[in-house]
């Protein structure tokens, strides 16, 4: 069974220009040429790492060479398991393994209080954020390291690459591709951003029905709230740009230092990328323009003998670290369950009292748990990895959003009647307990998540374009069209193109331009010495 959503629907809908110019040259066929293939898995490493290195094993069993650079500072458990499948190449970075480690637990802290799953939370909390170390002067740094090592650019100019395919993250895919003279693929770890991998691509970016990250937003929106969506998105149009992770100003120096095609921005290079993957499905998200190991022997045989059911959690590859009561909210909430609850978190939580029904593990493969019969719920930080994955296997969701586009994601969820949404800032066991059991004894959210995952399968690209035709002529039989018709065709022209929401920014706008005239005219004339009716003052 296929685990693999992994590919946006809208290259899909290319297949009936791209197909055709394939098929007519069949020795681009896999048995025919053999291809040379580096992959750049995110320096940030984690789900993103991991996401590119589950494509580039089934490119290895096809029998291409794959080859995929990491940092020195990345935990070796992440990789180690491609060692013989993959040819990792390792460069030194300036920082070690528990710099790394400072950072991203410092960043989990963070989260865990709730305070960045909201617009204004990374705003409030930067400074907190950067701890021991700014994680974003560690990415360009570590891009630094990258670009400056003789030794392992020389191996990678050897090597006579095809095509390099780098997680969008950081602009130093981009970079690198061009320093090997080789295309690139970019790979994103959600689905588009219309603030930023929409620009790249050069997608409609219409903030009249197309929500931005982080708003709790559908694509049906009040007026009030696409006056929110078109200033958030402005905002994030600017600092994807110049601030964050996508800082282009800091890679641009990286360009003329290493003389890295420095005529053209980083801006610019982004948009050289001949394919741009999404992690997504539009079963689950918003229509707009555009194998796994086995099981533990005891975590199987928990899941095989749990008759009343199994809620799956876990808070992704980024909380490494958690206080030791948040934890027993957590515990004491799982404890309360009369369902079994597999707990999967690379925090350190010995001595945490655990229920009889709670088993825990340092890891586990996720998407082979998702799929076992028994297991029910997941309860999840709702990375977009996990969303996709569990809405593929049919499952429930209560989302616990720490920050970036786990909002939004949940958003999504909540719209098609497959979860719940709880605030980690306010959690409590009852809360969550409470909750897990709505999930698990009311059937609709359980047969809404069948309902996306059927669609989410349905959506498969065949393998011409007449079997396309007729899978979506079935497709929309089988299932109508309404989570594949954009909220724009019900908007009227004036909402569609913005026309209220610009006249009232105008407005507010001339408001206050006009009010501050008025106290300036007004204080004026006091210092010329007239008073507020015109009359002079009188003279003592």
């Known amino acids: 069974m296929s685990h693999t959503i992994f590919v946006v629907l809208l290259l899909g809908l290319f297949s009936l220009v791209i197909v055709p110019s394939l098929s007519s040259n069949e020795g681009n066929s896999p048995s025919a040429e053999k291809y040379k293939f580096l992959l750049l898995g995110s320096i940030t490493g984690g789900s993103r790492y991991l996401s590119l290195a589950r494509s580039g094993r089934v490119l290895a069993r096809q029998g ?16 180690q398991n491609d060692v013989g499948v993959l040819s990792i190449v390792v460069f030194n970075s300036s ?14 802290r963070v989260a865990l209080e709730g305070r960045l799953h909201t617009f204004f939370g990374p705003l409030l909390n930067g400074k907190d954020l950067e701890g021991k170390l700014d994680f974003m002067t560690m990415l360009v740094q570590e891009c630094d390291d990258l670009l400056g090592n003789s ?22 895919g981009p970079l690198l591709a061009q320093a090997l003279d080789i295309p690139f693929i970019l790979n994103s770890g959600s689905f588009m951003v219309p603030s930023r991998q929409g620009y790249w691509n050069g997608l409609p970016v219409h903030p009249s029905y197309i929500p931005e990250r982080v708003m709790g937003l559908t694509d049906r929106m009040t007026f ?5 969506n ?48 999404a992690h997504g499905s539009f079963g689950l998200e918003f229509p707009r323009p555009i194998q796994p190991n086995m099981l533990d022997g005891e975590v199987a045989k928990f899941l095989d003998t749990a008759q009343d059911g199994v809620v799956l959690f876990s808070l992704g590859s980024f909380v490494n670290k958690m206080k030791r009561d948040q934890a027993q909210v957590f515990a004491n909430a799982f404890s309360m369950l009369p369902f079994r609850v597999l707990w999967q978190s690379g925090a350190n939580l010995t001595g945490l009292s655990l229920g009889n029904n709670t088993m825990f593990a340092k890891w586990l493969p996720l998407t082979h748990v998702m799929e076992h019969a028994n297991v029910k719920v997941f309860v999840t930080h709702a990375g977009s990895f996990g969303t996709n994955e569990a809405m593929w296997a049919g499952l429930a969701m ?9 909002m939004d994601n949940m958003v999504r969820v909540e719209a098609r009647g497959a979860g719940l949404t709880l605030d980690i800032a306010s959690l ?50 089988k299932f109508g069209g309404d989570h594949l018709r954009p909220a724009v065709l019900d908007l009227n022209f004036v909402q569609t193109y913005l026309l209220d929401v610009y ?18 005219h007004f204080c004026w004339k006091c210092l010329r010495g007239k008073g507020p009716s015109g009359g002079k003052f009188k003279k003592e």
């Open 64 to 79: 291409h060479r794959v080859v995929s650079v990491v940092s020195s500072s990345i935990p070796t458990h992440i990789w």
């Open 95 to 108: 920082y070690a393994k528990h710099n790394r480690t400072d950072v991203l637990d410092n960043i989990s």
């Open 151 to 172: 030794a392992t650019m020389k191996r990678l100019h050897e090597e006579r690459f095809d095509m390099l395919v780098a997680d969008d993250v950081t602009p130093c």
């Open 224 to 228: 009030l709230q696409r006056v929110q």
């Open 230 to 277: 078109v200033l958030a998105h402005y905002y994030y149009s600017f600092t994807h740009f110049y601030v964050g992770l996508a800082d282009f100003r800091g890679y641009d120096k990286l360009k003329v230092k290493y003389n890295i095609k420095p005529e053209i921005s980083t801006f610019e290079s982004y948009k050289q990328a001949l394919l741009h993957f």
């Open 398 to 406: 209560v989302g616990i959003p720490l920050f970036e586009d786990q």
């Open 428 to 477: 409590t066991s009852q809360t969550l307990s409470e909750t897990i059991c709505r999930i698990m004894t009311e059937p609709r959210f359980r047969k809404n998540a069948q309902r996306v995952s059927k669609i989410m399968r349905d959506l498969q690209n065949t393998p011409n374009p007449e079997e396309n035709v007729a899978r979506w002529i079935l497709h929309v039989t």
């Open 503 to 520: 006249l009232f920014i105008a407005l507010v706008l001339a408001s206050v331009i006009v009010i501050n005239l008025s106290v300036c």
